[in-house]
């Protein structure tokens, strides 16, 4: 305890100091929300540059509208709104006219959508209910954080979970017909509903442990009684749930008895399990069952890539399936009578739209054909997926994104590293790596270190708590590897990542900071002890499972050893730090402190703020920001220019 108490005493110490080691020369300028430091003035044709990448679009299929049509999310201004389209490749109608983007859309019986909207991306959601006659009521109180939602087959019952500022447990609430509104379950931890029973009696409620382990149970709204699903010491992984329509029955991932997440059916009388989607060497990753219960469709992710089964929910017997481009399949859905199948398709080169399958037509369809922004989709690059041998033999997937070079050109790489840190980067349509590929010339390498999902439980168990630093000798290995690379330059290398990726290119800095040109780090982890201290309350015991506890002296230990604010006099070389204002997860401290401490020591460090953002950024106009920012920095580590 004395231990941790000095370890605190340090953070507190260090975050006094910050001050005034910013009171160095800095060249700051803000405009609006955006806040710029030691960011030289970009000259206009960079942005004229970007602006084809930046103005691409994306679609995605949120839900069967009530007349027949798809909701979907797409910008046309400076944010995400909703949209509903009619018919295959008809026009586009925006429904909500908001500074902030909305998502989460949902139809509930009688034609309601339900959505959901936060504020300048602070994560404290808030429910909302658009009636057919356009008009919006807010369900939940502003203050607090709402998700989750579920609901009765007649649209009656409607629940949903909900935080408090200050509290790591969630309540669960409950809408009747008349509106009504009261709290069925007082939680203990991170407890969400996931489905509700046909006749609104039982709710389905999952809790999140880690991603390792979580639970579910039914609870009765009238007597309020739980009752575990699968009682027993054993830490299973679930996703999802769903009631079959007799109420019989539950549908969920699990990982019970595999390396891997299979889609099962347990008996709610019995206790009897099923796997639905037999035994493969993948995960399948979401599920949707059609209202009369007769057709059931699944998402495989097979090394990255999806895989859409549609079969007969009662034989088994497999149906007729789509053949889709090699991408990413996410948000199924099945119409209300069951004849088609909505769903997002993103790959490599083209942004993410809105498709359907016909179950019983075997028909696809495209319902909507996002612009990219003047580009053209024949000249984008697809990557190459490649496996590198790290420290311990183990292999370690990558998509690499190449450009077209002359014979005996060397082209500079950059490094990205997904957030998570139980994230994968998969094959979608990148802004960045299409740009950074085609106008500066350079490799885009986009690994999956150990810890990353997608692979099984044993390789995402491999980066736990005192084996963290694994993850960061993986990226030494790939340094390694580029240098094997004939057509790679292994002098010119920037490490880059957002939120837990940020901490993996601090990490990376510190430990190999002589065999790069630079790093760029969005919103990361800079010191475990207080990241740890400050993250919300809603998700702070949560992390801890994943990081370690910081109250335990051991991780403390650890935290001390490989936390970067803690090695950052290893970093010579520049850093590009980015942060929003707003963020839960990874508070705007995090970035304060390692910037301070990076000029403190005499390092080039560029430093971009938004006022209105949380973690990641949403905005349009902030995103346009970022890109020049970056490209800008690029440009500069690497010697290189738009022009090649």
């Known amino acids: ?274 796997t639905l989607s037999g035994e493969r060497p993948w995960d399948v990753e979401d599920f949707a069952l059609s209202d009369d219960g007769r057709i059931l469709a699944y998402v495989v992710n097979e090394d990255g890539y999806s895989k859409l089964v549609v079969q007969d929910f009662r034989t088994r017997r497999a149906l007729p399936q789509p053949e889709l481009p090699a991408g990413v399949v996410s948000d199924i859905a099945f119409s209300p009578d069951g004849s088609k199948l909505g769903f997002s398709l993103a790959t490599p080169t083209a942004a993410s739209d809105a498709w359907s399958w016909g179950v019983t037509d075997a028909k696809l369809e495209r319902w909507t054909a996002s612009e990219l922004g003047g580009l053209d989709a024949k000249a984008l690059v697809s990557p190459s997926l490649v496996r590198y041998p790290s420290f311990d033999k183990r292999s370690i997937p990558a998509f690499v994104y190449k450009p077209k070079l002359a014979a005996g050109q060397k082209a500079p790489v950059i490094i990205d590293i997904h957030g998570g840190p139980e994230g994968q980067s998969r094959p979608t349509f990148s802004a960045l790596h299409q740009h950074t590929v085609a106008e500066l010339g350079a490799a885009v390498i986009v690994t999956n270190v150990r810890g990353s999902t997608g692979y099984g439980k044993t390789y995402l168990n491999l980066d736990n708590a005192e084996k963290r630093e694994d993850s960061v000798k993986d990226i030494g290995a790939l340094l390694d590897w580029i240098k094997t690379q004939p057509d790679l330059d292994p002098s010119r290398v920037v490490v880059y990542g957002q939120s837990y990726g940020g901490y993996m290119s601090l990490a990376v800095m510190t430990h190999y900071s002589d065999r790069l040109a630079g790093g760029v780090e969005r919103y990361g982890i800079s010191n475990f002890v207080s990241f740890l201290q400050n993250t919300e309350a809603y998700r702070r015991d949560l992390r801890r499972v994943e990081y370690g506890d910081e109250r335990d002296p051991k991780m403390l230990k650890a935290f001390e050893t490989i936390s970067p604010m803690n090695n950052v006099d290893k970093i010579r070389k520049p850093m590009l730090v980015m942060q929003g204002w707003n963020d839960p997860r990874v508070p705007k401290s995090e970035s304060d402190q390692v910037v301070a401490k990076l000029r403190g020591q005499g390092v080039e460090t560029w430093y971009v703020q938004f006022k209105d953002e949380g973690h990641g950024f949403a905005k349009k106009a902030n995103n346009d920001r970022r890109r020049e920012v970056e490209t800008q920095f690029l440009q500069k580590v690497l010697g290189i220019s738009l022009s090649k």
Do not use: C
């Open 1 to 274: 305890m004395k231990k941790l108490l000095a370890a605190s005493a340090a953070v507190l110490a260090l975050a006094a100091a910050v001050p005034a080691l910013a009171q160095q020369a800095v060249d700051r300028r803000e405009m609006g929300n955006q806040i710029l430091e030691n960011v030289p003035v970009a000259p206009p044709a960079m942005r004229e540059s970007l602006s084809r990448y930046q103005n691409a679009r994306s679609a995605y299929f949120g839900d069967w509208a009530p007349d027949g049509g798809v909701i979907i999310t797409t910008r046309f201004g400076n944010t995400n709104q909703l949209h509903t389209v009619a018919a295959p490749g008809a026009d586009r109608s925006q429904i909500t006219f908001y500074d902030e983007p909305v998502g989460g859309a949902h139809t509930l019986p009688g034609g309601q959508i339900l959505f959901s909207k936060d504020t300048g991306g602070d994560e404290w959601f808030q429910l909302f209910l658009r009636g057919p006659d356009g008009k919006t009521t807010q369900l939940t109180e502003t203050g607090t954080r709402n998700g989750s939602p579920a609901w009765s087959k007649d649209g009656a019952t409607l629940v949903w979970s909900r935080s408090t500022k200050g509290s790591g447990d969630s309540d669960v609430l409950m809408r009747d017909a008349s509106g009504a509104t009261k709290v069925i379950y007082k939680g203990q931890g991170q407890v969400s509903p996931l489905a509700v029973s046909a006749d609104g009696k039982t709710v389905l409620l999952g809790r999140y442990f880690s991603i390792s382990e979580s639970k579910r149970w039914l609870l009765d709204v009238a007597t309020g009684k739980l009752t575990e699903l699968n009682p027993g010491k054993t830490k299973i992984a679930y996703s999802g749930g769903k009631f079959t329509p007799d109420g019989r029955s539950v549908l969920l991932l699990s990982d019970e008895g595999s390396d891997f997440q299979r889609l099962t059916q347990i008996d709610l009388a019995t206790g009897a399990k099923v």
